[in-house]
T-cell receptor, first 114, second 115 residues
Framework: AQSVTQLGSHVSVSEGALVLLRCNYS??????LFWYVQYPNQGLQLLLK??????LVKGINGFEAEFKKSETSFHLTKPSAHMSDAAEYFC????????????FGAGTRLAVHP | DARVTQTPRDKVTEMGQEVTMRCQPI?????VFWYRQTMMQGLELLAY????????DSGMPKDRFSAEMPDATLATLKIQPSEPRDSAVYFC?????????????FGSGTRLTVV
């Protein structure tokens, strides 16, 4: 069975500081991994995805994530936080075969302070 | 940009009433998901369909919930009778099966409040 664990339900950073949101996955088969962002009262928007090609994945809004098989991790980073990055971020996993259902982590709420 | 459309956006209903939520997937997508989001449980997968056929509804309370796709342009999630514990935001997402690499597009959700 697949699962993801997001370390830290709340992360707070200053504007301009590095953003690091942690995600570890568990999968019995090679996974596809995703990061989604949810702004208040909105649906989820895809930030980036890992699909077994390049291990460093670049997404929208300056975010990137690195797939590390040895650490079973897929942490999300952004070099410089912006106030508009304040939102909830979800890591998700799906098996590379099978019916492709997405399993989400519990989410990390990112706060950005001036 | 193509969108997944969910209606209604907000619904307040009394306990015991029937609730129907609707989702219009993106044209051409053949996979539809229903998720429920609450503070306590996070995002839970309720059901999903491929080519209108239900593939997995193990996350859905069968005694009161039902999900259908009457046609390729409409997915419905029904609760009968509704209970206060059903209060949550319900999201629909659609995608093209076999291309999980693309990711799925989510609707804006239906916020359900059962009083």
């Amino acid at each position: 069975a697949q699962s993801v664990t997001q370390l830290g339900s709340h992360v707070s950073v200053s504007e301009g500081a590095l953003v690091l949101l942690r995600c570890n996955y568990s999968s019995s088969v090679p996974p596809y991994l995703f990061w989604y962002v949810q702004y208040p009262n909105q649906g989820l928007q895809l930030l980036l995805k890992y699909t077994s090609a390049a291990t460093l994945v670049k997404g929208i809004n300056g975010f990137e994530a690195e797939f590390k098989k040895s650490e079973t991790s897929f942490h999300l980073t952004k070099p410089s936080a912006h106030m508009s990055d304040a939102a909830e971020y979800f890591c998700a996993v799906t098996p590379s075969g099978g019916y492709n259902k997405l399993i989400f982590g519990a989410g990390t709420r990112l706060a950005v302070h001036p | 940009d193509a969108r997944v459309t969910q209606t209604p956006r907000d619904k307040v209903t009394e306990m015991g009433q029937e609730v129907t939520m609707r989702c219009q997937p993106i044209l051409g997508h053949n996979t539809v998901f229903w998720y429920r989001q609450t503070m306590m449980q996070g995002l839970e997968l309720l059901a999903y369909f491929r080519n209108r056929a239900p593939l997995d509804d193990s996350g859905m309370p069968k005694d009161r919930f039902s999900a259908e796709m009457p046609d390729a342009t409409l997915a419905t999630l029904k609760i009968q009778p509704s209970e206060p514990r059903d209060s949550a935001v319900y999201f629909c997402a659609s995608g093209w099966d076999g291309q999980a690499v693309v990711g799925y597009t989510f609707g804006s959700g239906t916020r359900l409040t059962v009083v």
